[in-house]
Structures are given as C-alpha cells and as structure tokens.
C-alpha cells in the first residue's frame, strides 16, 4: 500500500523565535534551506507521484530542494489561522491568559481577511485533504507528499487516525522533518515520525524551539 509522506518545511526567523506563524509569508533561513535540502536522501527509495504543497513560500521552497516534482498547491494545506495571535509567542499569550492552550481554547479573533481558526476549522480542511489523497492511494501505486506546516499536519494526522482534530496536540513536530502515514491490517497507523539526517543542521531541526508553530 502506499504511504502518505508528510514534510514540515525547513526553519524560518518565526520558527527561531517561537512566534504564530500562520498567514505571515516567511522565506527559510539559511538553516532552513540545509534543511530542505537534507530531505532529498530520506526521499529517494519512495516513488511519490504527486506531492501537495502549501501556497506559503516556506513550504514550496522546502519541496523544491527536497527535490519533489509533480507539484501542485493546495490552500488547504496552508498553517492554522492564528488570527489575533499571529505573530505572537505563547509565553506572550500566557502573560494575560496563564492557562491558554490553543489546541481547546482556540485563539482570538483577527481582521476580517484573518479571523482565526479552531482546531474543528482546521480539521475540516484536513479532512478535504485526506479525501483527495485516499483517492489517489492506491495498493502498488506511489506515495503522495503533503509539504506544509507544524499545526496543520499535526491535525491532518489527528484525522487520518479517527482521532479528534485536537488530538493533534499528542505529535510533535520538528522543522525540516519526514513522518509517514500507512496502513497495518487494514487500520491506520503512523509508519514513522519526525526523520531527519543525523548532520549539524539535525540538532536545530529538532530543538524544542524548532518544533512549534508555523
């Protein structure tokens, strides 16, 4: 059967800094980029026939030097609309609501063009992803790549497991990573989770300051 290969973009300046980054359209920081291009190894035994990227650019620079082709952006994939929090740290959020945790109480609300989003929002579009894809899926054919951000794919997963959209909450998710989605008898499994090349860039991909938002 083929997997569902999931891949969180490479760092960005917000990743660093632990800020919401939803809507904000950073380009990958040099680390970022090492990152991207570390995936191309951990990819090159699977046969993707089509990889769905993100429209932001970090998630479509990161396909292109992971050395993805077949490409086609999907709006649904694009990050969590954080709107009033975006671009705003959670220890910054906590400074006026202590026991915050986005994942159940959601985020404030935004401009029009940004309102925000609950993680229920979020599964939505995760499940209109996970129909197209379960379409293409197909016992002996390739896998197909989902190119995204942390919030979204952490989601995605919650649904293609029948969990919850706030399940989400359980699968941590570095930057500049590889997980993979499958099948065992017939159920649906995580077949791996947060592959990274053991190389200089590995240790930031995968620090907690790393493994946040965006």
Known sequence: MSELILIRHGETAWTLSGQHTGHTDLPLTARGEDQARALVPLLADRRITLALVSPYQRARRTAELAGLTSTRVTDDL??????????????E?????????????????????HPGE???DVGERADRVLAEVREALS???GD????????VLRVLTARYLGLAPAAGALFQLATGTVSSLGTEHGRPVITGWNLALPARFTDAATSPDLAGTG
Do not use: C, K, N, Q
Request: charged share 15%.
């Open 78 to 91: 694009r990050e969590w609309d954080y709107g009033g929090y975006e671009g705003l740290t959670t220890a």
């Open 93 to 113: 959020i906590h400074r006026t609501l202590p026991h915050w945790d986005m994942w159940t109480d959601g985020v404030a609300p935004g401009p029009a063009e």
């Open 118 to 120: 609950s993680a229920f």
């Open 139 to 141: 016992p002996g054919g």
């Open 144 to 151: 197909i790549a989902l190119v995204a951000h942390s919030h």
